[in-house]
C-alpha cells in the first residue's frame, strides 16, 4: 500500500522568501518519489523524481527535495521564490516504481511581491 | 515531438449524453492513463493501461469505459454523463524504466462541464 499526504492545501511566502512544500509518504516497499508543477489551465509537469540514488534531489526552476526515510518525507524546497513560481505543486509515490502513482491533494503556492 | 495530446479541450453535455474524450502520444510509451482532477482531491486514477492490449481500473472507474486503441491511443468514454463527472480529465503516458523513461507525462487536460 502507498500513500502521500501534503501538508498545506495553501502555502503563501514573499518574492525571495524560502519556499518549502511538505511531503510524507507511506510505502511498505522501497519509493520512488515525485514531485509536479502544475500552472493554470494545465497538465502537470515534472519538477524532480527519487529513485533510490542521491538522497538530494536537484530539479528545474531551482527546486531540490530531500529523501528522508528516518522521517517518511520528501520535501520540495526553493531558497528564494519567484513570481512565476505561483503554481500548484503535487507530491506523488509509486511503490517500489510500481506503474501506479499515487498523489497527493497539491499545495497551492502563492508569491507575493 | 506533440507529447501527449487530449480533445477536445472544453466540452459541455446534459446529463445523459455521451462522449470520448481522446488522447494521443507519440514518445512510443507502454503506460497510459486517464485521471479526473477535482479541486482540493488531487489526481485520481479512473484507468490505466499498462501496455497496448491491457486496460485496468483505477480508484474511481465507475461511469467510465476505456479503449486502448492502438499503442499511441488510449480513449475515455462517459456513456451517459451525470453532473458528478464535471471535472478535469487529463490523459498520462509513461514509458519503461529499463529505458530510463519512466517519468509520466501529461496532457493539457479536457475540462467537462455536465449539465
Known amino acids: 500500500a502507498q500513500s502521500v499526504t501534503q501538508l498545506g492545501s495553501h502555502v503563501s511566502v514573499s518574492e525571495g522568501a524560502l519556499v518549502l512544500l511538505r511531503c510524507n509518504y507511506s510505502?511498505?516497499?522501497?519509493?520512488?518519489l515525485f514531485w509536479y508543477v502544475q500552472y493554470p489551465n494545465q497538465g502537470l509537469q515534472l519538477l524532480l523524481k527519487?529513485?533510490?540514488?542521491?538522497?538530494l534531489v536537484k530539479g528545474i526552476n531551482g527546486f531540490e527535495a530531500e529523501f528522508k526515510k528516518s522521517e517518511t518525507s520528501f520535501h520540495l524546497t526553493k531558497p528564494s521564490a519567484h513570481m512565476s513560481d505561483a503554481a500548484e505543486y503535487f507530491c506523488?509515490?509509486?511503490?517500489?516504481?510500481?506503474?501506479?502513482?499515487?498523489f497527493g491533494r497539491g499545495t497551492s503556492l502563492i508569491v507575493h511581491p | 515531438n506533440a507529447g501527449v495530446t487530449q480533445t477536445p479541450k472544453f466540452q459541455v453535455l446534459k446529463t445523459g449524453q455521451s462522449m470520448t474524450l481522446q488522447c494521443a502520444q507519440d514518445?512510443?510509451?507502454?503506460?497510459m492513463y486517464w485521471y479526473r482532477q477535482d479541486p482540493g482531491m488531487g489526481l485520481r486514477l479512473i484507468y490505466y493501461?499498462?501496455?497496448?492490449?491491457?486496460?485496468d481500473k483505477g480508484e474511481v472507474p465507475n461511469g467510465y469505459n476505456v479503449s486502448r486503441l492502438n499503442k499511441r491511443e488510449f480513449s475515455l468514454r462517459l456513456e451517459s454523463a451525470a453532473p458528478s463527472q464535471t471535472s478535469v480529465y487529463f490523459c498520462?503516458?509513461?514509458?519503461?524504466?529499463?529505458?530510463?523513461?519512466?517519468?509520466?507525462?501529461f496532457g493539457p487536460g479536457t475540462r467537462l462541464t455536465v449539465l
Open positions: 498520462a503516458s509513461r514509458g519503461a524504466r529499463s529505458l530510463g523513461t519512466d517519468t509520466q507525462y
Open positions: 510505502s511498505s516497499v522501497p519509493p520512488y
Open positions: 514518445m512510443n510509451h507502454n503506460s
Open positions: 506523488a509515490v509509486s511503490a517500489g516504481g510500481s506503474y501506479i502513482p499515487t
Open positions: 527519487y529513485t533510490s540514488a542521491a538522497t
Open positions: 493501461s499498462a501496455s497496448e492490449g491491457t486496460t
